[in-house]
């Protein structure tokens, strides 16, 4: 079954089983919704993550409701995707939500935390361990619904023409990163850099910046980051499971049909999986692609870089908590499900790994 089959039948079956089959075979009259992104327009993963949803959500609902979806720009600049949906010019935007920082910074919570949740840790949490919950009590007063969608997983440490040494080499660094992690850069000395992903290749080569980060191999290929920089490191200690969020207008989604609203809710999540799926399928060749073609020269951040950059985030998100009573609650119920979740990959994921990887 190709991926727009997979993607529509999954979708779906999973809508039937939130909405009435009365609701559903009702034809009511088309409602047009428009989604704005912070993604270069059809940008392979995210961009097209945004255009697989909104297609999603118009076909399972034959119509009814139909979604066009603007890329960073078109409509609105990328970073003002949150106020767009807020006051109403788009109905849905496809973004994360550590670009919201100067605006929510407890939201930062819902997009990923340095040394934080995987991709399936997040999910859990989310769905299952009360985040989504809380995640509604903090765009509520902004008139805004968020929902997972997308996932791009343990992403890469990024793109540099130095070599990293040692934290001496982190010092006086201009360096594309956003969220906790440019946080985090900043107080080891260097000078973090918010660029929405259409600029990166520009800035890096012109010196703007020294480095960057955007997301793995699927994406860093596409954008001929290994054009500009040689060095690609990692781990992605800043971004090891980031949530990309579908944001929906409260008012538009609550004046939404039940049916209707099951197929957005639903959509969403479809979608949320299957952008994990495409990473883990296209991240390897793509490396590969970068390492034997292309000559990049792939580096592990030194042992004693990372426990310091481990420690630093650890303050900077007790720091994000301290804020606000809600950026306490939220960090709470964060690092409890994080705790956990540790004490039980250690005798799941990392021991089989291990075992795996031992032969």
Known sequence: MDRRKFLKTTGAALAVSGASATGLAHAGKTIKWKMVTTWPKNFPGLGTGANNLARLITEMSGGRLKVKVYGAKELVPAFEVFDAV???????????????KGKVPEAQFFSTMPFGMTANEMNGWIYYGGGRQLWDETYKPFGVIGRPAGNTGVQMGGWFNKEINSLADMKGLKMRI?????????????????????????????????????????????FGLYKAAKYYYYPGFHEPGTILEALINRKAFEALPKDLQAIVENACKVVNQDMLAEYSARNPGALEQLVNKHHVQLRAYPDDVLGQLRKVSAEVAAELAAQNKAAKKIYDSYVAFLDASKKYSRISDLAYLKARDAG
């Open 178 to 222: 956003p969220g906790l992690g440019g946080e985090v850069l900043k107080r080891l000395g260097g000078t973090p850099v918010n660029l929405p992903g259409g600029e990166l290749f520009t800035a890096l080569t012109s010196g703007t910046i020294d480095a960057t980060e955007w997301v793995g191999p699927y994406n860093d290929l596409a």
């Open 86 to 100: 807020s006051r109403g010019t788009a109905e849905m935007g496809h973004a994360s939500a550590y670009y919201w």
